[in-house]
């Protein structure tokens, strides 16, 4: 394994996950590096990571851009199990994408099996905020559910670096914080618990 | 310097060698050139890279293996450092999977190669997939994740710690859920089969194994052999070789295990004693009749499975033969000759002699086809009339096909049979249409006859049988002849060109073919066969325009070459320097071909008997023609400076010049080669002959018309004067009256002696220009004709027009019963004088109105007779003279003699002396004084009539 010094500081892995052409990758680029992608190309699986500041605090942040599309599905299952709070995007001019977050909340849940819901970074984010004329999930839609996910819910718009930040941010600061409970947990109980491993198919 | 540069993104983050990986960061090159190295896990991707902008590039990563780090290295900012991390993924390929990277796939396949080498599992095999799925190409986790997530696992099947969890998650994190059931319940088929089929899949599995067994107990047996022959005598060693036996178990089928077990009971038998090296033996035969049982069916199946992969090998190796038959119909069928060869040719080296009957038979069926092939392209040569360069190529054909005999020499005797049926066919048609046009002659049938000979390209419109159409159209001879002469042009030189180059053995070797065998002796047939068929030609020609000249042939030969009737001859004669021409053409033709001369001889002969016939048609028709002159006469004058003549003999000089004209390519142009007609002798006389009979043809005309008779004259009166009715009057000369008799004969002797003093020579010297032979020996024939017809109608003239006035003489002298011995003193010329003189100037003024020429001859002539006459009367006079009677008689003779005196002649001069000499003498002064007186009178009237004798005659 690499040892760099960046295992001094803190790495966040944030991972995006949401239904294809929700505008993931152009979140990711908007933060990483203020563009704004026009043309549309399906990512299988991306990775970033650079060094910001959160809160006056030196930090990496490793996000990994997945693929929305059902055909990488299968493969999702190993990014989840590695992410450490995740993005969950969707258009709010398309309905369909606002609805298979639920799945993707499942899939994400049942990945991280041991760990409780709440115990998970998780940020339901609605893109293309900038496309009002063809909003189809209203703020209260997408609000309620995030309330009943127990989970906060922000507005973007990638194109116009709306809440770019902010969701960015605020999940990392979640992630610091659950980080933070669970380093006291472990020194509260010193005895690592390493967890059986388990078929997971069936 | 710049700050280095620094990858902070990648799209995407995994990939399979040769995937495009967008790189983003900072400081990644300033250009294109900045960029000096990027590195992928390790490997070299600067090739690949394309820099967009300095944070940006995109590159194809190649053999990227496992975790590593996306090294940028640029000249502005150094070495650069990387906060991702990239994930080489490895491609597990199989055959058909494509790659974008040199795999080495010692690596992959090498425990299949190396499968001998020690016993497997039954579910060793890696590669297929133990749930019956398709295996995945990418493992989306490292190796190192994997061992975290399963640290003492494996996804070895073959090992004892197998962890399916790995398994599955290494070859099929991505397989769908219903496809992993399918998966599950393939598997428990399998397990099931397994159970069942257990041992035997385990001996099939592990073939090798055994098979090294069996090797290894053979062997041991062999040695064993060897050792009892030394045991029968020293039986000691028996407990150490049944060691050797340990492993060594026929029902090793089952199980390892049992294997073992096996052999510790062995070990208890050869502890018996039992004879080792028969149970061995039993054991080993035992085994062998195991295997065959079990593996009959296997190697029953493999030998087949061998036998057909050996029957398709065969089929694909040779698959050339096999799809011949049916290649070579298409290629038939397609025209394709050259490829139908070749693979025939390829064919007979390949298999001709092989053994294989498959081959045979197919072989057979290659050869029937080329038989048939064979015909086929034979046939087609036969077919005529086809090009020559068809016929070679066909040919050619046959000849690289081997086909039996000499195509090329059937083709040439074909080729002559037809041309000669072809002469032949014509010659009938011909024939037939020939008499068709007597018998249709009456009928006024008027039809277009069209012949279409297309394959020769001979096309020819006979368009006849109208009567009054016929005299303008070709006699059916000409047009057989032209017919003839175009089939021979176009066909007879391909007979000779294929004779020419089969000899010259070039019909194949010009395409590069092979050999020919040319067979020499058929070179002499050949000539036989060119000169027969140009002889054949030469007698049909013949026996169409000189039937005459085959009168030597048998009888049988004779009617082959067909009749023609002789009627048709007529008017021919104009056509004739048409046909002299063809065959000129023809002859021609075939000399540049280099016909053997043997050959043109013929031709060369025929040439020559078509022209002299046509010379002799030429100029018999011209002598027809100008023998029937004489009903063209018209009788109307033009006078020259030579006096008058009629449009005759300019008429008959035009027709003689017409038929040399006509003549002249016929008979003086002798080309290269051809025979001069005038050589032979007998054709100098014929031509001599033919000649002077058409320039005598003129004076028969002319006396015709000097002495016609009465009805005759009649006759012609009549017709002109119908020609006056038909004709315009403007157009026809205004006398309305013939001239008389004795005016015709002045004309036709006028005309005679044009005739003979200019239009002659005239002619002579055409005839010279023309290359006529004896042209002096013709004129002078001619000209004895002629002056022979002028002495006899100036004969006939002076008898005509003299006997009048001579007869007029005596009954005038009389007159009056006048008596020279009793009369009375003379007061002048007496008036029978006058009368004669009156008679006289009459036929002078004819003459001089005719032909001045003549005036001398004829009143010489006339004066002659006048002479005579009066001297006969003078010396009749039986009562002798009286003076008065002397007197008026020598006044009256004076008289005449002066009068006529430019016409006297010494005949004259001596008639008027003796006439004076029977007179007597005048004694008397005053008688003679009264004579001079008397005469002077005479002079004085008469002198306006006499002017006309003593001025010039030829003045008028």
């Known amino acids: 394994m690499s040892k760099t010094k960046q295992q001094q500081t803190d790495i966040h892995k944030v991972i995006m996950v949401g239904s294809g052409g929700v505008g993931k990758s152009a979140l990711t680029l908007q933060f990483m590096y203020d563009e704004f992608i026009e043309d549309y190309e399906p990512t299988k699986a991306d990775s970033y990571r650079k060094k910001v500041t959160l809160d006056g605090e030196e930090v990496q942040i490793d996000i990994l851009d997945t693929a929305g599309q059902e055909d990488y599905a299968a493969i999702r299952d190993n990014y989840f199990r590695s992410g450490e709070g995740f993005l969950c995007v969707f258009s709010i001019t398309e309905q369909e994408s606002f609805a298979t977050t639920t799945e993707f909340r499942e899939q994400i849940l049942r990945v991280k099996h041991n760990k409780s819901e709440d115990q998970i970074p998780f940020l339901l984010v609605g893109n293309k905020a900038d496309l009002t004329d063809a909003r189809q999930v209203s703020l209260a839609e997408a609000q309620e559910r995030a309330t009943a996910w127990g989970v906060s819910y922000v507005e973007t718009s990638a194109k116009t670096r709306d809440n770019v930040d902010k969701a960015f941010f605020d999940l990392m600061r979640k992630i610091r914080d659950q980080k933070l409970t669970e380093n006291q947990k472990q020194n509260g109980k010193p005895e690592k618990v390493k967890k059986k491993r388990k078929c997971i198919i069936l | ?956």
């Open chain 2, 1 to 956: 310097m710049k700050s280095p540069p620094k990858v902070t993104g990648l799209s995407p983050k995994e990939g399979i060698p040769g995937c495009k990986v967008t790189i983003r960061g900072e400081n990644l090159g300033t250009s294109e050139k900045d960029l000096e190295g990027l590195t992928i896990c390790g490997a070299n991707c600067l090739l690949l890279a394309q820099w967009i902008s300095p944070s940006k590039i995109v590159c194809q990563t190649t053999n990227c293996k496992g975790d590593g780090e996306v090294i940028v290295t640029t000249k502005s900012g150094g070495r650069g450092t990387c906060t991702v991390r990239f994930r080489g993924l490895q491609i597990l390929p199989n055959a058909v999977k494509e790659c974008a990277i040199w795999m080495d796939e010692s690596s992959l396949f090498g425990h299949r190669l190396n499968n001998r080498t020690g016993p497997s599992s039954p579910m060793a095999s890696q590669r297929e997939d133990a749930l019956g799925l398709k295996v995945e190409t990418a493992v989306p986790l490292s190796d190192a994740e994997l061992k975290a997530l399963f640290p003492d696992g494996s996804s070895n099947l073959a090992l004892r710690n197998f962890d399916a969890g790995r398994y599955l998650v290494e070859s099929h994190s991505s397989t769908s859920f219903s496809d992993l059931k399918k998966g599950l319940k393939n598997l428990r088929q399998q397990s099931s089969s397994i159970k069942t089929e257990g041992p035997q899949t385990f001996i099939k599995a592990n073939l090798s194994t055994f098979m090294n067994c069996q090797d290894i107990l053979a062997s041991i047996h062999k040695g064993l052999e060897v050792h009892e022959n030394i045991v029968h005598k020293d039986e000691g060693v028996e407990g150490s070789t049944s060691k050797g036996v340990d492993s060594l178990n026929p029902f090793s089928e089952d199980m390892l295990e049992e294997g073992e077990n096996a052999e510790e009971d062995q070990e208890d038998d050869g502890q018996e004693k039992i004879p080792t090296l028969q149970k061995l033996e039993n054991l080993l035969i035992e085994s062998n009749e195991n295997a065959k049982t079990i593996f009959e069916t296997v190697l029953h199946r493999k030998d087949r499975a061998d036998s057909t992969r050996n029957a398709l090998n065969v089929l694909n190796r040779f698959k050339f033969l096999f799809h011949l038959p049916i290649t070579m119909e298409r290629n038939i069928k397609k025209g394709d000759y050259e490829v139908v060869i070749n693979d025939y040719e390829r064919a007979r080296q390949l298999f001709s002699s092989s053994q294989v009957p498959a081959f045979i038979k197919v072989y057979q069926d290659v050869e029937e086809r080329v038989v048939k092939f064979r015909n086929q392209l034979k046939k087609k040569l036969m077919q005529l009339p086809s090009s020559l360069d068809d016929q070679k190529r066909l040919i050619r054909y046959l000849i690289e096909l081997n086909a039996e005999g000499d195509p090329a020499w059937d083709c040439i005797v074909n080729q002559q049979q037809w041309l000669v049926n072809l002469l032949n066919t014509y010659k009938d048609e011909h024939i037939t249409l020939d008499k068709g046009n007597v018998e249709q002659e009456h009928l006024k049938i008027k039809g277009h006859h069209r012949r279409q000979y297309s394959g020769s390209g001979i096309q020819i419109k006979v368009s006849a049988t109208d009567a009054s159409e016929a005299r303008f159209n070709p006699p059916q001879n000409v047009l057989f002849l032209e017919e003839l002469v175009q089939l021979l042009d176009l066909s007879f030189p391909d007979l000779w060109r294929l004779g020419q180059s089969y000899f010259k053995a070039s019909i194949v070797s010009e395409a590069g073919g092979k050999e020919m065998k040319i067979d020499r002796t058929k070179e002499k047939g050949f000539k036989t066969m060119v000169t027969n068929t140009i002889e054949h030609f030469a007698n049909l020609v013949r026996a169409a325009f000189l039937p005459d000249t085959l009168v030597g042939l048998e009888p049988s030969e004779r009617a082959k070459l067909g009749f023609w009737k002789e009627t048709n001859q007529e008017g021919s004669g104009a056509w004739l320097p048409q046909c002299v021409r063809s065959v000129r053409g023809i002859l021609g033709s075939l000399m540049i071909l280099e016909v053997p001369a043997n050959c043109l001889d013929v031709l060369h002969s025929l040439l020559a008997d078509l022209r002299i016939h046509c010379m002799h048609t030429l100029f018999q028709e011209a002598t027809e023609d100008i023998q029937n002159l004489h009903t063209r006469e018209t009788w109307v004058l033009q006078m020259d400076e030579h006096g008058g003549i009629s449009a005759l003999p300019a008429l008959f000089e035009s027709l003689v010049i017409d038929t040399l004209q006509h003549l002249k390519e016929v008979v003086s142009r002798v080309k290269q080669g051809e025979l001069n007609i005038f050589a032979d002798y007998d054709i100098q006389r014929m031509t001599v002959e033919l000649a002077s009979e058409m320039i005598k043809a003129f004076a028969v005309c002319l006396e015709q018309l000097a002495f016609r008779g009465q009805a005759e004259a009649d006759y012609q009166k009549q017709r002109l004067s119908e020609a006056q009715m038909c004709i315009p009057v403007s157009l026809f000369q205004s006398e309305d009256s013939l001239p008389s008799n004795e005016q015709c004969l002045v004309i036709v002797l006028s005309n005679n002696s044009h005739v003979s003093q200019y239009v002659i020579p005239n002619l002579m010297e055409e005839f010279r220009k023309h290359g006529y032979p004896n042209v002096q020996e013709i004129e002078n024939v001619a000209l004895e004709a002629y002056v022979e017809l002028d002495e006899k109608i100036f004969e006939a003239y002076c008898e005509q027009k003299t006997e009048p006035l001579v007869c007029a003489l005596e009954p005038g002298m009389n007159m009056g019963h006048f008596e020279w011995h009793n009369c009375s003193i003379p007061s002048g010329v007496r008036p029978y004088v006058k009368t004669a003189l009156m008679s006289a100037v009459a036929i002078h003024a004819e003459i001089n109105a005719i032909a001045p020429a003549f005036m001398l001859r004829v009143m010489t002539k006339v004066l002659e007779s006048i002479a005579e006459e009066i001297s006969r009367l003078t010396s009749c006079a039986m009562e002798g003279y009286s003076q008065a009677g002397a007197l008026q008689a020598r006044l009256d003779l004076a008289a005449l003699e002066e009068a006529l005196s430019p016409y006297r002649n010494a005949g004259t001069s001596a008639s008027f002396q003796e006439a004076l000499s029977a007179v007597p003498k005048l004694m008397r002064k005053e008688d003679r004084e009264l004579l001079e007186k008397l005469l002077a009178k005479f002079r004085e009237e008469c002198g306006f009539l006499l002017q006309c004798f003593t001025s010039d005659p030829s003045s008028v």
